[in-house]
Nanobody, 128 residues
Framework: QVQLVESGGGLVQAGGSLRLSCAAS????????MGWFRQAPGKEREFVAA????????????LYADSVKGRCTISRDNAKTTVYLQMNSLKPGDTAVYYC?????????????????WGQGTQVTVSS
């Protein structure tokens, strides 16, 4: 079982930045993928970004949704099993609850049904 705890959400003006964190604990496999999704009121949950890693390599691959590419950066701190989402040039359309998700294996995907574990979510509100 894996527990995910997000933090870092809040209220920010358009054009501002936020960094979300997701701390993972519990039993994790040697190959892992963690992702960020978001859900705005009245909308379906959508993929934001993902990162993978292997216990046998320091290299990670990343994947981004087109809507955030160039504005967001996903990264990890392997020692702490924490994943970050740095969001810059935020827009009101980025307002949503942001969820961290994790799955065993290094194959990255933007499909939420492929992720086994989910955090409780953190609210991001961007004012115009």
């Amino acid at each position: 079982q894996v527990q995910l705890v997000e933090s870092g959400g809040g209220l920010v003006q358009a054009g501002g930045s936020l960094r979300l964190s997701c701390a993972a604990s519990g039993r994790t496999s040697s190959d892992y993928t963690m992702g960020w999704f978001r859900q705005a009121p009245g909308k379906e949950r959508e993929f934001v970004a993902a990162i993978n890693w292997s216990a046998w390599s320091t290299y990670s691959n990343t994947l981004y949704a087109d809507s955030v590419k160039g504005r967001c950066t996903i990264s990890r701190d392997n020692a702490k099993t924490t994943v970050y989402l740095q969001m810059n040039s935020l827009k009101p359309g980025d307002t949503a609850v942001y969820y961290c998700a994790a799955r065993s294996g290094a194959v990255m995907t933007g499909r939420d049904v492929m992720y086994d574990y989910w955090g409780q979510g953190t609210q991001v509100t961007v004012s115009s």
